[in-house]
């Protein structure tokens, strides 16, 4: 992955200065550990996953939208706007949290109040910050299969 995101702009910027007449983008992986093959991005691509992964959240399918959040959010992170990008996180944030990933939740919602905080997603992520944190954690039992189950 990328650096950092001042990387990725001296890159963008080097392809446009050299002449590509490409739509700059990025090359991105899934960042999930899937063996899903890496995808260029770019602002239209990136519009794209954003609209895709709002649909499948829309939907409770969290998990599978974590990966078209993740692309669409080095897409945003790259090429802009940055509101985008600060609702992605909040988005990836929320599909943690409806996971019950806590730890990751609260890792998207910080890394938004950190980055992005002058947008109404930072102001989001950090109610939802507010009400994690009165909530206190419980972990949940792993679910009873025949390689779990007691006296096994």
């Known amino acids: 992955m990328w650096a950092d995101r001042t990387t990725k702009l001296l890159l963008v910027a080097t392809a446009l200065l050299t002449g590509c007449q490409a739509a700059p983008q990025l090359l991105v992986p899934p960042g999930d550990g899937s063996a899903e093959p890496a995808r260029a991005v770019g602002p239209g691509q990136a519009e794209a996953d954003f609209d895709e ?3 499948m959240t829309a939907r409770g399918e969290y998990e599978a939208a974590l990966s ?3 692309r669409a959010l080095a897409g945003y992170d790259a090429f802009g706007p940055a509101q985008r990008a600060a609702e992605c996180l909040f ?3 929320f599909c943690h949290e ?3 990933r806590r730890t ?5 919602y ?5 980055h992005y905080a002058a947008y109404r ?3 989001l992520a950090e109610a939802r910050l507010l009400r994690m944190q009165a909530q206190p954690h419980v972990p949940q039992p792993l679910p009873l299969t025949p390689d779990t189950a007691p006296g096994q």
Do not use: D, I, N, T
Not at 104 to 108: P, S
Not at 110 to 114: K, M, T
């Open 53 to 55: 992964a709002v649909a």
């Open 68 to 70: 078209p959040f993740r």
């Open 91 to 93: 988005w990836l944030g």
């Open 98 to 100: 409806k996971l019950q």
């Open 104 to 108: 990751e939740a609260e890792a998207h």
């Open 110 to 114: 910080r890394q938004l109040l950190a």
């Open 121 to 123: 997603a930072a102001r």
